[in-house]
């Protein structure tokens, strides 16, 4: 019986195969970064909105659940704020604070109480956090306390 013996060749990559994978790498390494920069703001500022809505919510659960009113704090110049007796939690840097309250004119934020009460209600307001072109409203309720999010901001805020 006869055996046959394969001789496979392997082949590997040319040297310029090499070189234009690695030019390509070195453009791509030089034009994304500015790219992905240019979105960052907005993105920070959509984290800080939601994290804010979260807190907030956090703030309303926990006045009904433990039967107490819980004082939200707001404070700019950096704009901040804190849940009850917590600490301040910084908002992106640039990040501009703006509050309306019910009806009331708009203000820049130097200091302000949210407050939520056992039965789920609060003071009510309306944030609105600006950074560049970047624009995101909250809203509380009063009567129930709902808190929401909005990117679409009107331009009477």
């Known amino acids: ?22 030019a390509i790498a070195g ?8 790219m992905i920069s240019a979105v960052l703001p907005g993105t920070e500022l959509k984290t800080a909105a939601r994290e804010l809505a979260l807190s907030l919510r956090q703030a309303r659960l926990d006045a009904i659940s433990h039967g107490t009113i819980v004082d939200v704090k707001f404070a700019g110049n950096p704009a901040r704020y804190a849940i009850g007796d917590s600490p301040f939690e910084l908002l992106p840097d640039e990040t501009e604070l703006r509050i309306r309250h019910l009806g ?3 203000l ?9 009460s056992p039965d789920g209600s609060s003071s009510g307001t309306s944030l ?6 970047y624009h995101y409203a909250l809203s509380v309720g009063w009567l129930m306390g709902r808190v929401t999010v909005n990117s ?3 331009s009477d805020f």
């Open 152 to 154: 679409e901001v009107s």
């Open 1 to 22: 019986m006869m055996r046959r013996i394969q001789i496979v060749i392997l082949r590997g990559f040319t040297l310029l195969e090499l070189l234009v994978v690695l």
């Open 27 to 34: 453009l791509l390494l030089t034009v994304v970064p500015p």
């Open 108 to 116: 820049l934020v130097e200091s302000y109480r949210l407050r939520f």
């Open 128 to 133: 609105l956090l600006s950074r560049d072109k």
């Open 104 to 106: 009331d004119a708009e």
